[in-house]
């Protein structure tokens, strides 16, 4: 079992910024890629940011590229997302998820966070 924990959402103007963090516990972080999921109400869940175990790998979901940052610190069994240039539409529940083969499917990711709300105000 993996359990993780996300914190750091919260209400944000547009243009300003976050950091979301997921702690995990349980199996060896590191064994794990990570992933970073949004959902907004009505919405499909989407992925907006991966990283593979090393951290060597990332993938970013083009609605993000070049203002999300994902990373992650095996050491402290925790992966981040930095999110800049926030916009209303970045508004969503953010889900960390790990998975041994996680890619950009959410079926891929086996353990999931609770979530943390994102509110980004015009």
């Known amino acids: 079992q993996v359990q993780l924990v996300e914190s750091g959402g919260g209400l944000v103007q547009a243009g300003g910024s976050l950091r979301l963090s997921c702690a995990a516990s349980g199996r060896t972080f590191s064994d794990y890629n990570m992933g970073w999921f949004r959902q907004a109400p009505g919405k499909e869940r989407e992925c907006v940011a991966q990283?593979?175990?090393?951290?060597?790998?990332?993938y970013y979901g083009d609605s993000v590229k070049g203002r999300f940052t994902i990373s992650r610190d095996n050491t402290k069994n925790t992966v981040y997302l930095q999110m800049n240039i926030l916009k209303p539409e970045d508004t969503a529940l953010y889900y960390c998820?790990?998975?041994?083969?996680?890619?950009?499917?959410?079926?891929?990711?086996?353990?999931w966070g609770q979530g943390t709300q994102v509110t980004v105000s015009s």
């Open positions: 990283i593979g175990w090393s951290g060597h790998s990332t």
């Open positions: 998820a790990a998975g041994l083969h996680g890619n950009i499917l959410a079926r891929r990711y086996g353990y």
